[in-house]
């Protein structure tokens, strides 16, 4: 998070109109906690081990992914200890193509996900801030590319891009990521519109800085948890979208990705005669790869609106922080939170959301459970409570 | 009523801009889509006018200009006339499309409905129950919407057709097959619809459940929740409230889904050999058949068109605030 900037002018927004949080001087504790939820700790470590499996993987794989072990056999053969995942169609190692492909297939996501999130950026921010004609007729384009069906256009494309260089990892992430950019266009100009009347806004423009640094130093680093999150879920469509080419054969087939190998498991009949080693592994490989994308963009959503995190105080959480007799369901309307003997103190006044006390009353020395209604009023608590206000 | 008026423009524009990306497919591609189609009919008899025919719909050897030929293509298009495809021997593409269109209509739209209804209910139920065990299906629901829709298609095959043959795992009738309306024909239609269906249940309904879910919470804790609530209103009716207006984000998330939805439905068909929309396309990519290609593409984008509008007129039903502001 970019922190400082707009620091002063920023005045905390406790009504809750804004679902992002303040950059205040508890910025560093925001920083910090964004990686404390189990989910984006595994997201986190899962995304970790693919990288490293793009750039190592083809170094550390036992042999060469195109290399055929044998002229004879003409069936896949099941794992052995010679070939851990056992041997396609054509003989060669399932293990070798599964670390081989790692890179091409990560490495189109990535590129999908970094030239669309630039386009959306551009474009979003653009419309946003500009408002009027241009506002309209960029809206009017992206709302073009998101109604417009991507895959089928995308199979006609790469249906001919193929013979020319359907193999070049740089160009099908380019391609991909045209068509994936416009969501989050659409969400980060919607944003931008919400912040630009905003009164920082308002007085970097009244001191007479120019519109692109009030863009780049104002509007874009309160943007950034929504960046993050769309870049996450193009990233995701990359995925997704270059398996099922590579899937379909529209890639050249000699240029080794997950999709690809499922493309020869396909060939090779696999879900039909039971060589399950073809394609379970390409298979949860991206299925893993996306969850762990997945699971980082939950830690964003609960980071941009902090209720979806608040609300999921469960009941062993809740003993685990020391506080006993919740209610064994919660009523509805009302947000159990744990409230921290600090800020109880420095606050002071026990009901200052309508819930009032949990039954039961604090545990000594550890926390105490409110019942708070839970409409803004939890949110600025946690957000402030690093010592901001 | 006019935010409807606005929606619909933009959905001709849209439909306009589609038609032309579609005109422009067979003129952008690099090669000669002519030689394309000559190299994959060896065999077949080509008389001169179908020759002619082909030359005029792609524009290769034609004394009209290219404006000229767009508006050519406007009217074909006004006619029904799609040109003939060249890989399913010479039969208007509107044939072909017309047989492959109720399978997909059929699979695409029942998995869809489906998927939306039980998503939704899923995420009310998650939401509800916040903070039990149920949380815990959120990251679990995220794998199957990360996994691509094959590879599911594929364990769904190598499980309940082939190791418990619950189901077929041969194909379904042909494309150009359209029997009398019978009951084996229903029932053959049904065990061939049901794999496919529950495999495109699967991967996208967790998307609708996390949507669903994260607004329901936020709803939640809205006043006047916790008001209906003080009333002393049963817990269903409170629920009810809440997840009226929870749904909205869902259905104006339509658009963004339906097609995501129609891309892996196209998938699935493929891997279950489903003699849909999807089939006929790749099918037409590999034999470089560019009439039906363009034909398919034209379809496909108008349904979802079709679909976005119908979301659209849904939403502005259901939301007063939309057309107040108007």
């Known amino acids: 998070m970019a922190i400082g900037t ?5 005045s905390a ?14 910025g560093r504790r925001m920083r910090l906690q964004l990686p404390r939820s189990p989910k984006v700790l595994i997201g986190l470590a899962m995304l970790a081990v693919f990288l490293i499996v793009a750039v190592i993987g083809p170094w550390i794989a036992p042999y060469n992914p195109s290399r055929s072990f044998s002229a004879t ?28 492909g790692g890179r091409s297939t990560v490495l189109v996501a990535f590129v999908a996900g970094l030239v669309a999130t630039v386009l959306s950026i551009v474009i979003g921010v653009t419309a946003g801030y500009a408002g009027r004609l241009t506002d309209d007729l960029l809206s009017m384009l992206a709302n073009f590319f998101l109604v417009l069906p991507a895959l089928p256009l995308l199979i006609v494309i790469f249906g001919f891009l193929k013979t020319a260089q359907g193999g070049h990892d740089l160009l099908i992430g380019l391609v991909i990521a045209i068509t994936g950019w416009a969501w989050g266009a659409r969400v980060l100009r919607a944003q931008t519109l919400s912040l630009r009347n905003r009164d920082y806004v308002e007085s970097a423009r009244i001191v007479g800085e120019r519109g692109w640094r009030i863009i780049g130093f104002e509007i874009l680093p309160n943007l950034t948890p929504i960046v993050a999150s769309s870049f996450l879920f193009t990233v995701l469509y990359g995925v997704g979208t270059y398996t099922a080419l590579a899937f379909l054969g529209l890639v050249n087939p000699n240029h080794w990705s997950w999709g690809g190998m499922l493309f020869y498991a396909q060939v090779a009949g696999a879900e039909q005669s039971g060589y399950w080693w073809l394609f379970i592994p ?89 019942l708070i209604s839970a409409s803004g009023h939890a949110k600025s608590r946690r957000w402030r409570r690093g010592g901001g206000q | 009523m006019r935010t409807l008026a606005r929606r619909i423009g933009f959905y001709l524009l849209t439909a306009v801009a589609a038609v032309t990306v579609d005109f422009l497919i067979p003129r952008v591609i690099p090669g000669n889509p002519l030689d394309a189609v000559l190299a994959h009919t060896q065999g077949q008899v080509i008389t001169k006018a179908t020759l002619r ?56 739209g029942t998995a869809t409905v489906l998927s939306f209804i039980l998503g939704t209910l899923l995420g009310i139920l998650i939401a509800w129950r916040r903070g039990t065990w149920l949380d815990n299906l959120l990251p679990a629901t995220t794998f199957f919407q990360a996994a691509p829709y094959f590879f599911l298609a594929f364990l769904a095959i190598d499980l309940f057709a082939i190791k418990l043959a619950w189901f077929p795992s041969g ?66 009716r409170v629920i009810w409230y809440a997840a009226r207006n929870a749904i909205l984000p869902s259905i104006s998330g339509f658009s963004l889904a339906i097609g995501f939805v129609v ?40 349904a979802v068109l079709l679909a976005n509008l119908a979301a659209d007129f849904v939403y502005v039903f259901l939301d007063p605030r939309t057309r107040q502001e108007a």
């Open chain 1, 13 to 26: 927004p406790a009504d809750g109109a804004s679902l992002l949080p303040v950059p205040d001087a508890a």
């Open chain 2, 53 to 108: 025919a082909l030359e005029v719909q792609f524009g290769t050897h034609s004394k009209t200009g290219q404006w000229g030929q767009y508006l050519h293509y406007w009217s074909n298009l006004a006619h029904g006339n799609l040109g003939v495809s060249t890989s399913e021997g010479m039969v208007p593409v509107t044939t072909v499309i017309r047989g492959a269109l109720p399978w997909t209509l059929g699979l695409v």
């Open chain 2, 263 to 302: 891309s892996g439905a196209l998938l699935t068909e493929i891997v279950f050999s489903y003699p849909g929309l999807g089939f006929v396309l790749l099918n037409a990519v590999q034999e470089a058949d560019y009439a039906l290609l363009q034909g398919v593409f034209l379809v496909i984008t108008m």
């Open chain 1, 282 to 370: 390409p298979g949860i490989a991206v299925a893993l790869l996306g969850t762990s994308l997945a699971l980082i963009n939950f830690g964003i959503d609960e980071f941009i609106n902090p209720r979806l995190r608040v609300a999921g105080l469960s009941r062993r959480r809740a003993r685990r922080a020391g506080v006993s007799g919740l209610p064994k369901r919660f009523v509805l309307g009302v947000t159990p939170v744990v409230r921290q003997d600090l800020a109880a103190a420095a606050d002071g006044t026990p009901g200052w959301g309508p819930g009032g006390r949990a039954p039961g009353g604090p545990a000594p020395g550890a926390g105490s459970a409110d």
């Open chain 1, 6 to 10: 707009s620091t002063g002018l920023g």
């Open chain 1, 73 to 100: 056999a003409s069936f896949p053969q099941a794992p052995s200890a010679a070939h851990w995942l056992g041997t396609t169609q054509q003989q060669q190692d399932v293990l070798s193509q599964l670390l081989a």
């Open chain 2, 171 to 236: 194909s379904a009738r042909g494309i150009l097959d359209f029997p009398a309306v019978n009951w084996t024909y229903i029932s053959d239609v049904l065990d061939h619809a049901i794999l496919p269906a529950l495999t495109i249940v699967v991967a996208s309904g967790a998307g609708w459940i996390v949507g669903m879910r994260n607004v329901m919470v936020t709803t939640m804790d809205e006043d006047y929740v916790l008001m209906a609530q003080a009333k002393g209103l049963p817990k269903r």
